[in-house]
């Protein structure tokens, strides 16, 4: 679509911390979790929006920011996944969830910040976007962007136009007439049928979310239960958060592709179960600091030992992602595209061309930062987990041993450009070739330096 996804509703910032827990604390009969990880991530309306930027589309997010650390963490997030963010005044603080997590369950979740949409005037870059949007995603999380009556009727303006996806939310508004499809689970319908739903909310279509039992949709014809397909994988005790925002995306992009609402419920039944099935919002999170440190997973610069990296990561499980590269001046290109690996599995391993390579690669002016300072910039990333220097002009050698089950380059590569690819792909991996931020080289940095 060549118009933006507008995204608008309540956001918040998500902090998963994972550990361990093998006892109890002797001042209470509690378990003590020891941390081993930290992930940050968008949350609310700023989830959505990071799911639909992933599928590559232009998303805007619409949405209330607090001027605090978390709020310029959440903005931070956000411009990283690509994300344009139109502010609404915050009464209050950026909204903070953290949940505690040990062996892949939830133990506690820690819950802080109050802020809500102020009442105050909307800024009219929000009319200009959802006047040239494509498709328009509500999300609503309780938190006031949804009462605003006057972003209440430039919606519904909207959903006269274009389609109009609203996933409501117990403490929110009703959504305003005309919707496209609404999209309530099964506590929030509260034990109402999705036809009732429809009429009271004078929508188009109302879809009542089941879990990995599917869905149950009504629209003025007929009824209609969608189940989840047997060719995808039902997940019944994953870990489901943030597949209500997945479904209602996949459902807005199906509806903005030009699908029927059958179709496009039955496309977002299949993605919201392959989220889950995935791991859920983890894989859509980002490293954070444990201990004042960059991770527990400290990243690691190493000449060759490549199997210890491959094993030590290995034993985490989850899938091992991997990229490479000479990272002679590292830009803001070379950040988004680790960022993103990193977000495609569970571990992520940097191939580094050694001086010796850079220089048979690009002559013998480079490189102009050595090796072992470049591995050690590559590792204070919290989204590196390991650097492995090699000296080969192209890594192939280095990926025999370490077989990541990702491989990832630059959109400005083919993949007839990498003969790296038959060996991924000859031990189960994959070539994933990510887009490139324009105007960013590390060779036009150089030139420009040295001129």
Known sequence: MSEPLVVIGDSML???????????????????????????????????AVLAARTGCDVVLVTAVGDDAEGRALTDLLADAGVRVIGLPM????????????????MLRLDHGDGAAAGDAVPPEVAEVLGQAAAVCVADYGRGITAH??????????????????????RGSEPVPGCWLVTPNQDEAAGRSAESLREQWAARAVCVTLGSRGALLATD???EHHPV??????VDHGDTCGAGDRFAIAATMALAAGKGVHDAVADAVDAASRFVAAGGAVGVSSAAAVGGTHSAATSTALTGDIAEVRDRLRRRAGRLVATGGCFDLLHT??????????????????LLNSDTSVRALKGPRRPVVADQD??????????????VIFDELSPEAALEQLRPDIWVKGGDYTEADLPEADVVRRHGGEVVLLPTVAGYSSSNLIAAARS
């Open 333 to 350: 290109g070379h950040v988004r595209l680790l960022r993103q690996a990193r977000d495609l599995g569970d571990a992520l391993v940097v």
């Open 91 to 106: 009464a209050g603080n950026t909204v903070c969830k953290t949940r505690i997590r040990a062996a892949g369950q939830s």
């Open 221 to 223: 014809t007929r009824n």
């Open 149 to 170: 009556g006057e972003v209440r009727k430039l919606i519904a303006s909207a959903a006269r136009r274009v389609p109009t996806v609203w996933d409501p939310h117990p």
């Open 374 to 387: 470049r591995a050690r910039v590559l590792g204070a990333l919290a989204c590196v987990d390991a650097v």
């Open 14 to 48: 998500d902090v998963d911390i994972e550990g361990t827990a093998t006892r109890l604390s002797p001042e209470a009969p509690v378990p003590v979790v020891d941390t081993e990880r930290i992930w940050r991530r968008p949350g609310g309306a700023g989830l959505a």
């Open 229 to 234: 397909r047997d060719s995808v994988a039902r």
